[in-house]
């Protein structure tokens, strides 16, 4: 079962933007979240939701999209996504060292949970950080971390082997299926005991 | 079956040590890891798989367990780890700012697929590096992010409520239950839009 879900859980960048993702849903996600662990049982991580059009357009208005295909200035609209989680740190109780790691096994369970409900998401670093703060008034003491676009994926992406030539960046194929090389199971385990 | 899955993926740190778990269940685990989104997809991760009883020995002795509980000094003999999987990143291709969120999301697919096949694990981040490295020969150009302690469980863990003093800190009952106090929904949800 978690196998089909780790596979269909892609990092999708095109969305039918007109199908919503309702609040409720999103809490849901942030409630698997909830459950993941974290380094001293600190829970630093919050978040905030946006399901609403006007603001969606504001948040992604602050975001850059996929880094290696330098052609394609990100999903067009009607192609946007239909909801947001912006995943923030309460910089009063947080570990630095720590954070990052909370963060990736949180939003694991987002984006899986996410695809369980038919959809999928994409985890967005490359933010204009002061912007998306004006936006969504974020206060001071929340760093922001990543945004996760969200929305029932528009485009096919498939995982192909990396090649000989080692070449790691993603890319489109003519029929835009997006196609991610991953390195091998034995590139990946140095060593068995 | 996800919600499921996210409630029992706790961190467990006694195991029924006696029961093996098998280099290929390990194997399905990394496949998994494998799966999960890697900033860039530079997908730096990579892994040591142990289930050798001598070797766990020596494992074990680099790790410091569950800091909160001051006066356990981790699992006795028999309630140990089956099994590890020590998590790498290979520095000649990672980004410091994105590995330990690659960390977290990998991990989380390991931790995850592990509950499924009836198994648990724990986190550990306290390790004397120094030490592991020798043991298990680990190059240079690798550095040691975390450990995975892995088994079946063999104790009950549950996730309370976060009581009106604040406290965080997980802690044990006087029938060895585990309670692991979760900050409410409402708190990690700043705002909805």
Redesign the interface.
Known sequence: ???R???N???YRRFFEEEPVD?AT??EL????????S?????P????????RH?NAAIFATLAWA??LKEWPGPAEGERPAAYIVV?SDTAGAVP?????????????I???AV?RGLGGC?L?SIQRGRLREV???EDR?EIL?VLALGRPRETVV?DPVGPDGD???WRDADRVHH????S?DE??????
Chains 1, 2 share one sequence.
């Open positions: 079962m978690l196998d879900l780790a596979l859980n892609r990092s609040l999103l809490r942030v409630a698997l979240a909830r459950l993941a662990a380094a001293r049982n600190l829970q991580l919050r978040y905030i939701l946006c399901t609403d603001t880094g290696y923030l060292t720590y954070v990052g790691i909370d963060q990736g096994l949180a939003m694991q369970n984006l899986l949970g369980e985890i670093g969504l008034a974020i929340y990543a995982v790691i960046k993603y991610v090389p991953k390195r199971l990946l385990i140095v060593a068995e005991v």
